[in-house]
């Protein structure tokens, strides 16, 4: 088949790579390819707003989506996502990102372009050598995979601590603060940081009811741990977590996470990945 590759648009491409993004998930339980609820919150971030989306390659056969490649928020970390029975789109994607995307990288302290791709995918990574890209095992990611086939126990909260779904509380100000802390940020809470955090709940597959904070004793927001929610794949992807350092040690992410898991899986999830 014919592969054509373009630049993203993403007024008429955001949806359609959510929907592709189920499709491929629901043909197979390998995380092969990215979760849709992080390509939604990826675009509700604020560290995604600066680079140039449009640099976005996606792949088509006769219209139909059959892989995209793109980064999160530095055009040099970049991520391929496939159709599993259209794995010769891969080379043309590739060699749309040498050409378009790279750039200078924090992590590797130099100008590069850098593609994650799974261990297990010895393909890939063949395709890839082919291109000119070199293995490194320093930089890499984990995914964890949690069964909602069993029983998940209740944490216990230290006296006056409380879990709150974003239903019952949703402080923006507080939110931004807790996962400003949470990820290690110094100094003042930017100013768009409650906007931001009011953006992401208007992504379509935001949910209050599953998002837990925990709450301190004098009303401050102790940990959050986001949840979503695929029906059609009966999936969950737990996306963020982060918990106020002054709060740490003592249990809240856990009971956070365990209290969104137990709805999540009341609702038909099979499995949590984070």
Request: net charge negative; glycine share 8%; aromatic share 12%.
């Amino acid at each position: 088949m014919s592969t054509t590759v373009r630049h993203y648009d993403h007024a008429t491409d955001y949806r359609r790579v959510n929907d592709f993004l189920i499709d491929v998930s629901a043909r197979g339980s390998t995380f092969a390819n990215w979760l849709q609820p992080r390509w939604e919150y990826m675009h509700a971030h604020e560290y995604t707003k600066s680079p140039p989306i449009e640099r976005f390659g996606v792949a088509e056969e006769y219209g139909e989506i059959v892989g995209i490649i793109h980064f999160e928020h530095d055009p040099a970390l970049v991520y391929l996502q496939l159709r599993p029975d259209r794995r010769e789109a891969a080379s043309d994607l590739l060699a749309y990102a040498v050409e378009y995307l790279g750039g200078s990288s924090p992590a590797f302290e130099w100008e590069v372009i850098a593609l994650y791709v799974n261990d297990f995918d010895e393909s890939l990574g063949e395709i890839a050598a082919a291109h000119g890209f070199d293995p490194s095992a320093d930089h890499g990611g984990v995914h964890a995979r949690y069964a909602l086939d069993r029983t998940i126990p209740k944490t216990p909260l230290s006296r006056g601590f409380r879990l709150r779904s974003l239903t019952d509380e949703n402080d923006l100000a507080q939110i931004a603060g807790v996962l400003w802390r949470g990820f290690e940020h110094d100094g003042e809470i930017p100013e768009t940081g409650p906007a931001t955090q009011g953006e992401s709940q208007q992504t379509p597959g935001f949910r209050r009811d599953l998002t837990i904070v925990a709450v301190a004793p004098d009303g401050t927001y102790a940990s959050y741990a986001g949840m979503w929610f695929v029906p059609e794949n009966r999936v969950a992807y737990v996306e963020p977590v982060a918990t106020d350092p002054a709060f740490r040690r003592t249990g809240l992410a856990r009971a956070a996470i365990s209290e969104g898991l137990r709805r999540v899986a009341q609702l038909g999830a099979d499995v949590a990945w984070v």
